[in-house]
């Protein structure tokens, strides 16, 4: 039966405890959650008013979800799709895929989180090609950790929820000023992570040089509950200010926030970076990451 899909701006709480459990079901089977982070806050918090939310089903089943974010007007919306195990190679994928063509036209940029090889192949049905892959690298927390001294002039301290936002935000955004996702972060995307069960600001380090801020560190903590793993660290952002790079700073700040999963009682720590982006990974493959897992975008071919 070819699935009916609906476009929806936003979902009703049925509609997304539907999403929630499509998700763990695809979680479970795949070892790999099909959404990024920005769509489950999506989700789970609305937003983003642009973005549209399309529901597939065969004889009223949720079968499939796609989330369409259209914000870079420069190099095409966005789209995160995945399809329910027990309905998989009936097509939906392709109906889905097709009305996110129609809805975007034509320019979607697919992520296919852990390479998986079903999303490689409705890829190809579509003629897209393979344009961006973004390396999750782990280390183990029980291998040594270097030792490190602060630069002179710079201290660290973490980060204090309802005053360090705006200096954070701008730090961020210099940082990461050709990131597509990170350095648009607004004021709201911050806040939505301040609510996450997981935020913890003694985890979030803020390095200054006198009174200005200059880098930081945020780290995560992923709890089995979610991820089906035991607990696992994460180095979720390190961004230094254009005006120190070179300083040696964002390696001192990222083994700070590796001590601190360390000392909560962590085996490991991930991380996520660009493949194209070789001077980082040489940091991290010198700080004792290897390469993990890998999430892939497709594109239509130009």
Do not use: C
Request: glycine share 10%.
């Amino acid at each position: 039966m070819t699935a009916r899909v609906e476009i929806r701006e936003r979902l009703d709480d049925q509609e997304i405890d539907g999403v929630l459990g499509l998700v763990a079901a695809a979680t479970e089977t795949d070892g790999v959650r099909p959404l990024n982070e920005h769509v489950m806050l999506h989700l789970r918090y609305g937003g983003d008013a642009q973005a549209r939310s399309l529901l597939a089903y065969a004889d009223d089943a949720l079968v499939g979800y796609a989330h369409v974010d259209p914000t870079d007007e420069v190099e095409g919306p966005s789209v995160e799709l995945v399809i329910h195990p027990a309905h998989r190679r009936h097509g939906h994928g392709t109906r889905v895929l097709r009305t996110v063509m129609e809805l975007t036209g034509g320019r979607p940029r697919l992520w296919a989180h852990g390479d998986h090889a079903g999303a490689g192949a409705l890829a190809a049905a579509f003629g897209f090609d393979r344009v961006r892959s973004l390396w999750q690298m782990r280390r183990s927390l029980y291998a040594p950790l270097a030792p490190y001294t602060l630069p002179e002039g710079v201290s660290v301290r973490t980060f204090v929820a309802g005053r360090d936002e705006e200096a954070w935000l701008k730090v961020n955004a210099a940082a990461f000023a050709h990131h597509p996702e990170q350095g648009a972060w607004t004021m709201d995307d911050l806040l939505r992570r301040e609510q996450e069960p997981w935020f913890d600001p003694e985890g979030f380090f803020l390095a200054f040089r006198g009174d200005r801020l200059v880098g930081f560190h945020w780290t995560k903590i992923h709890g089995s509950s979610d991820h089906g793993h035991e607990p696992l660290g994460e180095v979720y952002v390190v961004g230094v200010d254009p005006s120190q790079q070179g300083t040696g700073l964002g390696k001192i700040l990222t083994l700070a926030g590796l001590s601190h999963l360390r000392s909560r009682g962590l085996a490991q720590a991930m991380l996520y970076v660009d493949e194209t982006n070789t001077a980082a990974i040489r940091l991290y493959e010198s700080l004792g990451f290897n390469r993990w897992d890998v999430d892939v975008m497709y594109a239509p071919a130009e």
